[in-house]
């Protein structure tokens, strides 16, 4: 079972020029409390860079509302939005990825980074190579092949062939993930675990005991 994932934030260097304090009742502070300064976050989770994370500028009603005489800050500071790098985006919201013939399979430790961002799912080392297994308990086979059909639409729409699936009476699913061309595991593979994470479950799980 995969361990929660670890944030690790480090500050950047400044990224915009000061402007001198306006008036405010906190100007009896020294100079090295009240000079503005701008600084943006790096962010990482299980040693995957996930990117930079910055502040915003005002909008004008906000400027038009005083807020700055109303709060410890610089509504004269300059901001700088830095946008985070792909590796921070959902992996459901990336895009199949082509596989090239000279590609590698992802080593363990590549493919465990990567389970962080995908819930439910485990790594297994078979003779073929790495897959991603994920397992689902739902209410009854009827509702096991409204999952497997749901799965398959998820996937469909991606070019991903479909994945390998097993209906196990009397209620669980099983999903296997893994790109054979290269016989492994492949940035693809995550993308659509992620995919199918998003999958509405609720109507198929069994419903749980209520005692009174």
């Known amino acids: 079972m995969a361990s929660a994932p670890q944030f690790i934030f480090s500050p950047l260097l400044s990224l915009s020029k000061t402007h001198p304090p306006h ?21 990482q989770s299980g040693g995957i860079e996930l990117g930079d994370f910055g502040a915003r500028d005002p909008f004008d009603a ?5 807020f700055g005489d109303k709060v410890l800050g610089f509504q004269s500071t300059e901001h700088k939005i830095l946008i ?8 459901a919201e990336q895009n199949f990825i082509p596989n ?14 990567l389970l962080f961002k995908v819930v439910g799912w485990r790594i297994v080392e078979e003779e073929g190579g ?11 086979l009827k509702c096991g ?5 749901r799965i398959n639409g998820a996937v469909e729409s991606t070019g991903y062939i479909i994945p390998t699936l097993h209906l196990d009476p009397p209620n669980q ?5 893994w790109t054979s061309s290269i016989g ?24 749980q005991r209520v005692w009174a």
């Open 23 to 43: 008036k405010s009742p906190f100007n009896f502070l020294p100079p090295s409390l009240i000079t503005p300064r701008k600084s943006s976050t790096r962010v």
């Open 62 to 66: 906000e400027i038009e509302s005083n």
């Open 84 to 91: 985070p790098n792909a590796l921070a985006l959902s992996l």
């Open 100 to 113: 090239s013939q000279l590609q590698h399979p992802m080593s363990v430790d590549e493919a465990k980074q």
């Open 130 to 140: 790495l897959k991603l297994h994920g397992m689902w308990k739902v209410r009854d």
């Open 145 to 149: 092949e409204e999952l497997i059909n």
């Open 173 to 177: 699913v099983r999903a296997e993930l």
């Open 184 to 207: 492994g595991l492949s940035i693809n593979d995550f993308i659509v675990a992620a995919k199918i994470d998003k999958i509405k479950l609720s109507d198929l799980q069994p419903r």
